[in-house]
């Protein structure tokens, strides 16, 4: 059917991060309040995964220690909160528009793994960060100072303020998940998952409010799908990807989830997106690549110059 390992990997990829896009949808969809929501996307979640882990006999008890059990539940914690905080910013802005700030997370993996290290990133990362953070103020629309202002304390934030902070903290979240969970590299990707979304949603119970759950069959369907498929079937598709790709073509890849995201805020709720805030994921992307790829933003004069002899 597949000419080639990349080939089918690549179709995975493509159809995991055009689900991923379609997660806000489904979350406003659902009407339940952001604790309901990830409290039964991990329920469902866990159990479809937990039928896959076992339909094809990937867990062994000697790969679960004591030590390792604690970083995936670390991570599960981390996991679990950074979806809370992200369905909470829907509340907020438009879920394209989260998404997009969402995809900060690379470059606050680099800064985390830069502090970890202690080495301070390079000039080319410093750009792509400065880069990227005036996408973000575009795509927002929010005065960076106002932001600052907001996180001093000195003023109180608005509606917009909040949905951009909730989903950077999101996006923070699961820089530490990928930190912790690069720890356990050597258990498989569907047992970490199954693992972590099971106890997300035990941690989550004491929050879950059980007085207002659906009567509708559509908010029914709606958390059926986050579950079903935008956690379950898309883990296992995304991460047998993940296994037959590069490192550098997943990267690329990734980009499908908020273009994605934003094409069906436009054609479900008429968010159209401006001018300033197309200039503003276009320059996100950029950085965003330009620190994936170590893009080198220096120019070498001399060799211009050289070509440019006769």
Known sequence: MFSSDKEKGALEMVAAMMLSGTIGYFVIESGQSFWNVVFFRCLIGSLFLAAYVAATKQFRKEMITVSVLGVIIAAGVTLVGNWVLLFASFDYIPFSIATIAYHMQPMMLVLVSALLTRQLPGFNTMLGLIVAMIGLGLVVGIPLDDIWAVIRGESKADGAVWGLLLALGAAFLYTITTLLTKQVSHVPASVIAVIQVFLGGLFLLP???????????????????????????????MYDGFQRLSTSLIAILSFIYPVTALF???LAFDHTITVLQGVGVVLILLAICAVKFNWHMSFRVRDRLSHQRP
Do not use: K, R
């Open 207 to 237: 929050w879950v409010n059980f007085e207002e759950l659906p009567i509708e069959a559509s908010s029914w369907g709606s958390l059926l799908f986050l579950g079903l498929v935008n956690t379950g079937f898309m883990y296992v598709i």
């Open 264 to 266: 069906v805020d436009y």
